[in-house]
């Protein structure tokens, strides 16, 4: 009698159903709009949630969560960004996890990582006011929010949202997702078990994004506007067109005359850098390595860093600096330096312009270091024995653990009379002499120069530099062949002996792997460009000279005064082969990327006048008791080094 009853049911309800099923008629008329579509079909590999997770102030952050189907106890890999979290978590439209995520989740998706990737208040679908590299709760912001608030309260509630999760949460981000990582392990969660800062945002005036050494990175206007206008215009740009920046900017005046030639002076943080272009409090209460030095570390960390980061190549050595002498050869404090450029980690490692490496070497840091560092904290398995530190040796092209960083000794190489370089102290002094002219600034890339393309902008540290060698304006400090490698683990450290006949300068120091006139190992011609003779730039950096007493408290220079300048370049593993010559590069302007110095003192550069621009006679000192150095962070090389290497190709 059930049974009947039951076939009765469903014979009444199956028409139901098929009338309800039958869309609507339409006509010429009919509205051409959906409600909604979902891409993600019932044969899609993953589960893709959208969520609101309230903070303690009540403000909600648009968070997506992606994990494969199926998965049961993973752990929560968590990314907070200001770029887009749902255009990050569905990149491409395809059912496949593996797709629609950035290539640096594949691995951890594939094996039963939960990814959540959350757009930080202010920007694109969350709640709040955005603050750009909001600063930690303390004497610059008295609100009680600040990221690592926000972070522990987003892991808070995915620990007890997420069902198939293990409890277990690890940061992972490069770049401003770098910094929101670092703020995840300031009053941690107590689920927060490991965290990677991958080029982190630190310490935004030494060495970071907007200023190197007090000199302003002209492109950051571009990245202001951006993130002013993330919410309202969806990322409004400078609508400069596709010319040469170089005649662009020029034509402009100073960087405060850009700024109101595009209208962009009132936009907040426009005005937080113009009216504070000094190492004051406002700058230095911001430092993240500062924050870090003055708290404990809880939370297992890897920084991460390329060799060639031409965005954030201050901030991860930075951090790692300020923690050594507690945390140095623990299991909580690890860096790594790779053959790459900003945010290079995350992508393919094969090459970096005209270099070409013997593997995918950002694949294999993220498969053979990285995933087993989380895995051990977030999933529990055995310990891989992480080391300390990882640096990948350019010029032989391998892998290196080392106990600490850095492990070179420093090591003076001198600026000699007839400009060449030695480490033998020059016994006679001398000096050598250019005329630096703001009306033609030595440009930072060949002609023409577009910022926007990519193309130029990831690979301009590595650039040949011959295209200035031989200008009038650059002096190029050359050894002799030599007869040994030269191997530096370290950041090298600027030594210069300089004065000018203005009163301000800036200083650029460029040190270069010269490589031999011939070139045996040359990729497949056509391929690439041939590297014999090639100036591989190794690292690059400028002082504003103003701050060669105070950071905070600029001065005029004194006319024909010799200053002595202490800075340093990148952090770097490197060795200088055989039959290679190193180079000292040394000039005063890198334009446009950085804005040019009037070499006349005002006290606020931003806002120079076309008058103040002039010409300046300047000199660089070498040998007795002005000797001009680049220290370098010389290792005895361990092991055979191949008899020559080209192209970053070792045979």
Known sequence: MNAKILLRTAAA??????????????????????????????????????VMIPMRDGTKLYTVIVMKKGTRGGPILLTRSPYDAHGDAFRTNSQR??????????EFVDDGYIIAIQDIRGLHRSEGTFILTRPIVGPLNNSGIDESTDAYDTIDWLVKNTPESNGRVGTIGSSYLGFTTLMS??????????????????????????????????PSYDYFLVMSTGKADAGAAIARGQGDDYSAY????????????????????????????????????????????????????MLEVGQWDQEDSYGAPAVYRALKAKYEGTDLLHLVIGPWRHSGANHYGYELGD???????????RTRYMKPFLDHYLKGTPDPHTPSVLTYATGIDRWEASPRWPMGTPTPLYLTPGQGTSFTRPASA???????????????????????????????????????????????????????????????EVDLFASTSGTDSDWVVKLIDVYPNDAPEDPVQGAKPSTAGYELPIGIDIFRGRYVHDLARPAALRPGKVEEYRFTTPNVDHVFLPGHRIMVQVQSSLFPLYD???????????????GDYRVAQQRIYTGGATPSAVFLPVVPLVGPAPAYCSGGVCC
């Open 596 to 610: 040019r110095n009037p070499q006349t003192f005002v006290p606020n550069i931003f806002f120079a006048k076309p």
């Open 185 to 218: 392990e300031i009053n941690p969660h107590p689920a927060l078990k490991a965290a990677v800062p991958e080029s982190p945002m630190v310490d935004t005036w030494k060495g970071d994004d907007d200023f190197h050494n007090g000199a302003f990175r002209v």
């Open 430 to 492: 001398g000096s050598a002499g250019y005329i630096s002219d703001p009306a033609n600034p030595v440009p930072f890339l060949p002609r023409p120069v577009n910022m926007g393309d990519e193309n130029q902008w990831h690979v301009w540290l590595v650039h040949d530099q011959r295209f200035v060698d031989g200008r009038p304006d650059v002096l190029s400090f050359t050894g002799a062949p030599l007869t040994a490698p030269v191997h530096i683990m370290g950041q090298p």
């Open 13 to 50: 309800v199956l028409p139901l159903l098929a009338v309800a099923a039958t869309p609507p008629a339409v006509t010429p008329m009919t509205p051409d709009v959906v409600a909604s579509y979902d891409q993600v079909k019932p044969w899609a590999d993953f589960v893709r949630r959208e």
């Open 97 to 106: 996890a593996d797709d629609i995520l950035p290539a640096m989740y594949k």
């Open 355 to 365: 270099l070409t490496f013997t593997g995918d070497t950002a694949r294999e840091w």
């Open 250 to 301: 020029l034509e402009s005046g100073s960087a405060g005359d850009v700024s109101r030639k595009w209208g962009i002076e009132n936009v907040p943080f426009v005005r937080k850098v113009e009216d504070n272009p000094a190492y004051t409090d406002f700058w230095s209460l911001q430092a993240v390595d500062k924050w870090f030095a003055a708290r404990p570390l809880t939370v297992p960390t």
